[in-house]
C-alpha cells in the first residue's frame, strides 16, 4: 500500500470515528448532591465559576441519555494550588477511573489554570434514562481542589439531545409507515418534501412549515393518532410567552414636552417626534404637536393588524391643571380624520380613542398626530402612549347537523384573516347553505359516553385541515396542534393558503367536495375509528402546475425538544429526521411527523402521517 493510499485510509477511518462518536459537557458546578456545596467565581472557567471541593467529599451531577451508550470521560478540567489531589470518578457506581491533580504552588493564582486530566480508563455502558457521574476526594491537602467540567465521549453515535433532565426522549419511537391501505396501493412516482421552516421562541406561532410535490397526487390519505410517547399529562393550555401578537402594535415610554426643542423617539416599527408650537400669552397656554408614523403588518404576511380596528391610550404624568388634547390620524384612504378632542384632569390615569376596523393600510404610511394643550407653568410629561388591537369577539357558530352521532358546526370569526374572503358550506341531506363561513368543525359521539362529543376533523377557508383522533377515556379533550393544508398554495409565502369557495357536506356518509378559489376541486372522505382519524383524498384535481405548487402543506411548532407539536420526520420508514435539522429536501411517499420528546406544549396533541396513494 503506497503513502497516499495510507493517507485516504487514514482519513477514511477517522471520518467513521466521527460518524460513531460524539461528546459533551456537563459543568461541574451544577451539582445536585454535594452538601456544603460550594462555586467558586472563576474567570477562566468554562460557565465563569467552579467547584470547589476537599478531601473526603463527594459529589454528583445529574445527566440523561435519550438511547444506550458506551461513554467514557475524556477530560476533567480543574484547578489546584498546591499538594496534588486523587479524586476518584465513577457513574451509576461504576468505576470511570481516577484523576490525579498535578502539585502547583503559585501563590493563589494557580486557581484560575485550569488543566484537562486526559482520557479516564474505563468505558462504561448505559442505558437510556437518568444517571448520576460521581467525584470522591480520597487524597488532597487542607486547600482543596476546584472542578471546572466533565467531557464526556459517547461511542456509538451523536447523543441528539441535551443531557438535562427536564427533557425526556424516547430513542425506540418509529412508524412503519402501515397505514390501512383502504384497498390502495403505493404509486411508484416519489413525492418531495422541502424544509422551508425557521426558527421562534413562540409556542403559537407555525414555524414548522413543510410543503410536499408530487407529480399527480390523485388519492392521499392523512391520518391523526395520540403520540406514540407514554404521558398521563394532557398540558394544553396556550403559551404565549415571547410571541409578538400579544404584545402592543408599538409603544413609547416617558416622553418629555419640551417648551424650546423637538424631541424624537424611535420604539420598533414607530417613531414619534414631538415639537413644540404657538405660545398664547394672554391665557399663558402652550400648544405641543405629536406625530406618531408607523408601519404595520397585513394579510400579506398572514397578519390582521392592519385590518383590526385599535385602542390608542395615553397616560399622562406631573399634570395639576386640566390639559386639553386633540386626536387625529391618517391611514389607509390617505386623508387626515376629524379631530376627536378629550380634555384629561387626572394624573397617571389612562385615557383612550378607538379607530374602526380597516382604518389603516398594510405596511408605512400610518399617522397619528396629537396637539395637546397646558398651561405654560405645567412640566408636562407622557408616563405612556401605546397603540393596541381591539379585543377579538368569540367565534359565532351555528349548526349545520346534528344526528346523534355527528354534529357539523359552521363558524364565523372575528376579523378572518383572509379579509373579506369566506367560503360556503352546503350540507346535502337537507339542502342547507350557510354563507360567510370561516371555518367548520366535525364533533363525533364519545363511545365511553351517554352524551359528550369530541371534536375530531376542522377545516378553515384557507384550506387548512386540523385531525383529532377520539379523546382517550378519562379525559374531556385533548388539544390539536400540528395542521395539514390541503390544496395548492404558494410555498414561498410567509403564511401559506389554499383559499376554500366551497364545501359541500355528506353528513351520513362523511364526505366532503371541495371547490377551491383558484379552480381545484376534490373529495374527502373522513374515518374515525379508536384508533385513529383518517381522511382519504381523492379524485383530485388542480388549477396550477404541481412541480411549482405543493399538493398539500404539513404547518406545525417546535421551539425546543420537549416543546413542540412535532420533533421528527421520517419518510418511508427510513431513519427519520429532525425536524429542524439541516435537511433540505427529503424524497418519498409516505410520511410521519411526531415526537420522540414528551413535550409540555400539547402533550397529547396527535402525530401526523400522509401516504400518497396515487
Known amino acids: ?200 421562541l413562540c409556542a403559537e406561532e407555525d ?8 407529480d399527480s397526487a390523485r388519492k392521499y390519505i392523512i391520518s391523526a393518532n395520540l403520540p406514540r410517547y407514554t404521558s398521563f399529562a394532557n398540558n394544553r393550555m396556550p403559551d404565549w410567552e415571547n410571541c409578538k401578537m400579544t404584545l402592543p402594535l408599538w409603544s413609547f415610554r416617558y416622553i418629555y414636552l419640551s417648551q424650546t426643542q423637538r424631541v424624537t423617539q424611535v420604539s420598533g416599527v414607530a417613531t414619534i417626534s414631538v415639537t413644540p408650537l404657538d405660545t398664547d400669552l394672554q391665557s399663558n397656554l402652550m400648544s405641543y404637536g405629536l406625530i406618531i408614523e408607523f408601519s404595520l403588518e397585513g394579510p400579506s404576511l398572514g397578519m390582521i393588524d392592519s385590518a383590526i380596528g385599535s385602542n390608542i391610550k395615553v397616560c399622562f404624568r406631573r399634570i395639576t391643571k386640566p390639559v386639553d388634547v386633540a386626536m387625529k390620524y391618517f391611514g389607509r384612504r390617505s386623508q387626515w380624520s376629524e379631530s376627536v378632542n378629550k380634555t384629561i384632569y387626572s394624573n397617571k390615569t389612562w385615557d383612550t380613542w378607538n379607530v374602526s376596523d380597516f382604518t389603516w393600510r398594510e405596511g408605512r404610511g400610518n399617522r397619528i398626530k396629537f396637539i395637546i394643550t397646558a398651561f405654560k407653568t405645567e412640566s408636562i410629561q407622557i408616563e405612556e402612549i401605546v397603540m393596541n388591537k381591539r379585543d377579538l369577539a368569540l367565534d359565532k357558530s351555528v349548526t349545520a ?49 351517554e352524551k359528550d362529543f369530541c371534536q ?18 378519562g379525559l374531556d379533550w385533548i388539544p390539536f396542534g400540528s395542521s395539514i ?84 420526520v421520517s419518510v418511508d420508514g427510513n431513519e427519520p429526521y429532525h425536524i429542524l435539522s439541516g435537511w433540505e429536501t427529503l424524497r418519498g411517499n409516505s410520511y410521519a411527523f411526531f415526537r420522540k420528546c414528551i413535550s409540555k406544549h400539547n402533550t397529547l396533541s396527535p402525530d401526523i402521517r400522509v401516504k400518497i396513494l396515487d
Open 401 to 449: 347537523y346534528n344526528n346523534g352521532m355527528t354534529i357539523i358546526e359552521v363558524v364565523d370569526v372575528d376579523m378572518w384573516w383572509r379579509v373579506n374572503e369566506t367560503m360556503t358550506l352546503k350540507t346535502l341531506n337537507n339542502g342547507r347553505v350557510f354563507q360567510g363561513v370561516d371555518y367548520f368543525r366535525i364533533y363525533r359521539k364519545i363511545p365511553w359516553s
Open 1 to 200: 500500500m503506497g503513502p497516499l493510499r495510507y493517507i485516504v485510509f487514514a482519513i477514511v477511518l477517522v471520518e467513521l470515528v466521527s460518524i460513531q462518536a460524539s461528546s459533551d459537557v456537563l459543568e461541574a458546578e451544577n451539582v445536585v448532591f454535594f452538601e456544603g456545596k460550594q462555586v467558586i467565581p472563576r474567570s477562566e472557567a468554562s460557565g465563569q465559576a467552579t467547584l470547589k471541593m476537599n478531601k473526603g467529599q463527594t459529589s454528583s451531577i445529574e445527566f440523561c441519555l435519550t438511547k444506550h451508550s458506551e461513554i467514557e470521560v475524556h477530560n476533567v478540567w480543574y484547578s489546584n494550588d498546591g499538594e496534588g489531589d486523587f479524586i476518584t470518578v465513577t457513574v451509576d457506581n461504576k468505576m470511570l477511573g481516577e484523576v490525579l491533580t498535578e502539585p502547583l504552588f503559585k501563590g493563589g493564582e494557580g486557581w484560575n489554570i485550569l488543566k484537562p486530566s486526559g482520557p479516564l480508563d474505563y468505558i462504561v455502558y448505559l442505558s437510556e434514562g437518568r444517571h448520576q457521574l460521581t467525584f470522591y476526594v480520597e487524597k488532597g491537602d487542607e486547600y482543596g481542589v476546584e472542578i471546572d467540567k466533565i467531557q464526556l465521549f459517547f461511542h456509538n453515535g451523536k447523543e441528539e439531545k441535551s443531557l438535562d433532565c427536564k427533557v425526556f426522549c424516547f430513542d425506540d419511537i418509529s412508524y412503519d409507515h402501515c397505514i390501512r391501505e383502504n384497498g390502495f396501493g403505493l404509486y411508484t412516482s416519489k413525492g418531495k418534501l422541502v424544509q422551508k421552516s425557521k426558527m421562534t
Open 207 to 214: 414555524n414548522v412549515n413543510i410543503p410536499i410535490f408530487h
Open 456 to 473: 375530531v376533523f376542522v377545516m378553515y377557508q384557507d384550506g387548512n385541515v386540523r385531525l383529532l383522533p377520539i379523546t382517550p377515556h
Open 485 to 568: 393544508l390541503i390544496g395548492q398554495s404558494d410555498h414561498m409565502a410567509v403564511r401559506p393558503a389554499a383559499p376554500l369557495r366551497n364545501a359541500d357536506v355528506d353528513p351520513k356518509e362523511l364526505t366532503i367536495q371541495l371547490t377551491y378559489w383558484d379552480g381545484s376541486f376534490l373529495s374527502l372522505k373522513l374515518d374515525v375509528t379508536m384508533k385513529e382519524t383518517t381522511v382519504l383524498v381523492s379524485d383530485a384535481v388542480y388549477a396550477r402546475s404541481l412541480a411549482s405548487y405543493p399538493f398539500l402543506t404539513f404547518r406545525s411548532m417546535w421551539v425546543a425538544d420537549g416543546k413542540a407539536d412535532v420533533d421528527y
